[in-house]
């Protein structure tokens, strides 16, 4: 037996979609951090949560946006970056 509030509803078909759905349950990425890197990563996701109040921010969205940064000015960054401190 339908809902009253469905039975108005047209039916137009089944839609598809291109892309696969973003799933990250289950997988693991064994990404080692110490605690000083973990904090930094932390005290990060606070400094990008004050940016976005209504957005929820997580180290993994964090470490997500980050790959997809890949101009030269940035790149130069993240190898002077590396280079001190690594």
Known sequence: MARKD????????????????NVTTGK??????????LDELDVLTEKVQ????????SRSRIM???????DNAQLKKIVKSITENT
């Open 64 to 70: 997500r946006a980050l790959v997809h940064i890949q």
């Open 6 to 21: 469905r039975v108005d509803r047209k039916h137009t078909g089944v839609t598809t979609v291109e892309e696969n759905k």
């Open 28 to 37: 693991r990425l064994p990404l080692r951090m110490t605690q000083f890197e």
């Open 50 to 57: 004050e940016l976005m109040p209504r957005k929820k921010v």
